[in-house]
């Protein structure tokens, strides 16, 4: 008997089919990041989202220059909003000052014409690229947003002076930062860290009001959160790493509050290598997202 030969046009068709199998195991992937737990093993984002969604607080800590932190947090802002529902997310913003905040509800309202919003909010210089599509997705789906920061004025006279120049401040300026006195713990960890890396805060009076000024941002977003807050909703709070790594900074302002909040954390961080969460990284945030070290920058 004859051997059997598949016609040529048969072949043809199935040759790619049957090397597809081998091409994807010699092809490697090329991530634009990869998710890990606070551990170091590799996390779903579906996952990441149902604890996130179950919480009352999401600290989302991005590198402010990285574009898959800021198409990450439009995603997770989009997929929140649709599975907790109407009225059910917040979005807060370090990107925005709390003296704003008038503008900023007209904008999400859409109210306000871009170029009024853009020439009297003091947005950031990356703001078209990095947080617009943000605002623009709150207004669709009409979430609150919330500008949590203190005016930078305050914190820079704190950096020069101490807390104290805050005392001098009329009752109708101070309504734009946490209720005064502040009390800060020099010995939180991310504190402690800025006092190696501006000096001994004991030596002198420039790292320890440094340190004032940084905690006078976390407190007053912390409470910029907890006022903005109610039962069932989710208060997804954009900042800098830096203010919640380590459960730390915002986070520790929020938990000296009355009531006690299911609080979530994500951090960005670059790696050379994908492949596993390095040490150093371990156990900076709940859910921690990897973005290749080459990654390119949006300033």
Known sequence: MPAFRFPRFVLRRLLPVLLL???????????????????????????????????????????????????????????????KGPGQLVLGMEMFERDV??????????????????????????????????????????VPVVATNVPRRYAQQVARGSLAALDKLPADEKKYMMPLPLKVDFNLPGYKQMAVLFGDMHGGGGPNTIIQAQALKDATMAYSISQNLKPGQTLLHLNGSY????????????????????????????????????????????????????????Y
Do not use: C
């Open 243 to 298: 203010h919640s790594d380590h459960h730390d900074g915002i986070v520790a302002y929020l938990r000296q509050g009355k009531k006690p909040l299911r609080i979530k954390t994500l951090s960005v961080v670059t790696q050379a290598d994908l492949a596993q969460l390095a040490k150093e990284n371990v156990d900076l945030a709940d859910y921690v997202i990897v973005v290749p070290a080459d990654m390119t920058k949006t």
């Open 21 to 83: 199998p081998l091409l994807s195991f010699t092809l490697a992937d090329r991530p634009a990041y990869r998710l890990f737990t606070a551990q170091g093993q590799a996390a779903d984002y579906d996952q990441m989202l149902a604890e996130l969604a179950g919480a009352d607080v999401v600290l989302f800590g991005e590198q402010h220059n990285d574009p898959i932190a800021h198409w990450l947090e439009l995603q997770v802002a989009k997929d929140l909003s649709r599975r």
């Open 101 to 142: 905040q008038p503008l900023l509800t007209q904008y999400a309202a859409g109210t306000l014409p871009d170029s009024a919003f853009e020439r009297q909010s003091r947005p950031w210089p990356n703001y078209a690229t990095d947080y617009r599509p943000l605002l623009l997705f709150a207004r669709q789906a009409q």
